[in-house]
């Protein structure tokens, strides 16, 4: 996060000699209007406040109080014009964080300001530290016995210590959000922050604020000043989940960002300058939807200096017996109960299951596998039916070709065309929806048929588009 230091000194020598000094230091300054200054304090994030003493309005307890909780809270410096040490420890006592004596030379002020600025930097970065070492993923997660993914993490261990525009793309539910933070906590910028920010999940306005940041008043609603998230992965990364899904208008702005490195907010007359690593991540196409014209060229190719695909579970199902016992050892101690292992049966039922929501559906199945289980292994039962169902399908459709190919050329093409067209219309069928996520209209609209005449034969072959949602 880039840190913000305002600065509200009375002697213009002593605030020149500051700007100067902190002009060095990879610092955001802002100067409050005096003649309303906790107005103006109020109405902009601040990391450190400097202020004179005698700019605080009386009562100074109240002024300090409104100062101290603001939802930064702030680190406080008072300049005072005393130097009786007992009226020091007053200003403390209310709640200032530091004081210091007005007849101090500038070099000293400055050299104590940056203390406190650093102090406040290194505390961010320790809480950072600490959570990262508790929750962060490591690319060592992504164990793989397919040879589509161990390709993509030999990429990727490449690239983890670079600061290089990534973009990672895959179906949803296959992990994106967590090979991005795993590429973050181990590379270069792991002690900065790594802020994310869903494109998808936004109003075209709101997102704008979002990855910018507003100026107080820059539209209705706007009561306070915002930091923006470019702003808040300053010395760390950023990551733009669902980047297709980008309105055109916000693609030429962010392209500006990534070329220059600099934005303004949104009603904002300055210039930020950030330090940011850029990761992004998509579902879609998205040189497809570059050539029909919703995706920038420029900004694909600015992007996408090394892209990352991670394939579908349905396309490395070797993985699925490790990923299971993985997920096993990981919520018996933090859902308290004693199941430790997975049988067989259940097993095969999983390795058969198309997996249209990925891995975060695997994920979810065992955790609630897990709760249903009456033992300490799990079995079919504990499955959702979706997934017995698919497994009883998936041994008759294997009855059926096994049948079909045992004889199917002693008899009459009349009497094996229905099956073996009804065998590959299933399999046709149930690609088709699990590629669409269960969508009726796009999988018709893909297929060239209507959503009518789709409904009818996912009737025929007992398929429910519940079964192909993300989940």
């Given amino acids: ?6 600065l509200a000194v009375s002697e213009k ?7 100067k000094h902190f002009e060095k230091f990879d610092y955001l300054l802002l100067f409050p209007e005096n003649s309303n200054l906790l107005g103006a304090l109020g109405s902009e994030p601040s990391d450190v406040i400097v202020v004179s003493e005698v700019l605080l309005p009386v009562p100074f307890s109240d002024s300090i109080k409104m100062i101290t909780s603001l939802p930064e809270l702030p680190v406080l410096v008072v300049i005072a014009e005393s130097g009786d040490e007992s009226y020091h420890a007053q200003l403390l006592a209310e709640g200032v ?16 300001i940056e203390g406190v600025a650093q102090k406040k930097f290194a505390s961010r970065s320790n809480i950072i530290r600490a959570r990262q070492l508790t929750t962060e993923p490591r690319l060592s997660d992504f164990v793989s016995n397919s040879r589509s993914m161990l390709s993509f993490i030999n990429i990727a261990r490449r690239v983890v210590k670079s600061d290089t525009s ?14 991005a933070l795993a590429l973050h906590s181990e590379g270069a910028r792991s002690m900065g922050p790594f802020i994310p920010i869903n494109c998808a999940a936004l109003p075209d306005n709101l997102l704008e604020s979002e990855l910018f940041g507003h100026e107080q008043g820059a539209f209705t609603g706007a009561v306070r000043a915002r930091r923006g998230a470019f702003e808040m992965a300053h010395e760390g990364t950023i990551f733009l989940d669902e980047i297709g899904d980008m309105p055109l208008s916000l693609q030429v702005k962010l392209l500006r960002v990534l070329q220059d490195r600099k934005f303004m907010k949104i009603g904002g007359e300055r210039t930020i300058d950030v330090n940011v690593r850029v990761m992004a991540a998509t579902n879609r196409n998205l040189a497809a939807e570059v050539e029909a014209g919703r ?9 996408s200096v090394v892209s990352l695909l991670i ?18 050892e990981y919520f018996s101690p933090r859902i308290g109960v004693e199941v430790n292992d997975i049988d067989d049966a259940a097993l095969d039922a999983l390795s058969e299951y198309s997996w249209p929501g990925n891995v975060r ?21 504990e499955l959702p039916d979706e997934i017995s169902t698919s497994q009883r399908q998936g041994k008759q459709d294997a009855a059926l070709l096994t049948a079909l190919a045992g004889g199917i050329s002693s008899r009459p093409w009349k009497e094996v065309r229905g099956e073996v067209v009804a065998y590959y219309e299933r399999i046709y069928l149930t ?15 893909a297929a060239g048929m209507t959503t009518r005449a789709l409904n009818e034969k996912m009737r025929e072959y007992n398929l429910d588009k519940k079964d192909f949602k993300s989940r």
């Fill in 431 to 445: 690609e088709l929806l699990a590629e669409n996520r269960g969508r009726i209209a796009d999988s018709a609209a």
């Fill in 166 to 179: 990534v973009l990672i793309l895959g179906e949803t539910g296959v992990g994106k959000e967590r090979l």
């Fill in 1 to 6: 996060m880039l840190l913000r230091i305002a």
């Fill in 311 to 328: 394939p579908p579970l349905r396309e490395r199902k070797e993985d699925i017996p490790e990923l299971v016992q993985s997920y096993i």
């Fill in 97 to 112: 964080d530091v004081v210091l004596h007005s007849k101090l030379s500038d070099a000293d002020i400055a050299a104590a």
């Fill in 361 to 381: 559906e695997l994920i979810n199945v065992i955790e609630r596998a897990m709760l249903l289980c009456d033992g300490d292994i799990i079995s079919v039962s």
């Fill in 295 to 303: 995706f920038r060229r420029d900004l694909y190719y600015r992007l």
């Fill in 13 to 19: 020598k002593i605030e020149k000699k500051l700007v």
